[in-house]
């Protein structure tokens, strides 16, 4: 009897990896679903990054830009 169970229960894991195996296949994503959300992502990404660089280099324009009106205004206060 002990046998017949462990058979039975091995084509029953068995009868769920081909059913896992085809749900996959017929529902799966797609190697091109894949390959176009990975590009978008990585498109997504680098707008980002260039919209992050194009920030900092605002604000380091915008510090420099600071400093030198404080320099030039501490020259007028002092005589320089």
């Known amino acids: 009897m002990a046998e ?3 058979a039975t229960e ?3 894991k ?3 990896e081909r059913i896992r195996s085809g749900y ?3 529902h799966g994503a797609k190697q091109e679903h894949l390959d176009a959300v990975r590009q978008a992502v990585a498109e997504q990404m680098r707008e980002q990054q260039s ?3 194009q920030e900092q280099s605002k604000t ?3 510090e420099a830009k600071d400093a030198e009106k404080e320099k030039e205004q ?3 206060r002092h005589g320089h």
């Open 4 to 6: 017949s169970i462990e």
């Open 10 to 12: 091995a084509k029953l």
């Open 14 to 16: 068995k009868l769920g």
């Open 24 to 26: 996959a296949e017929l």
């Open 51 to 53: 919209a992050q660089t």
């Open 60 to 62: 380091k324009t915008t």
């Open 74 to 76: 501490h020259r007028h």
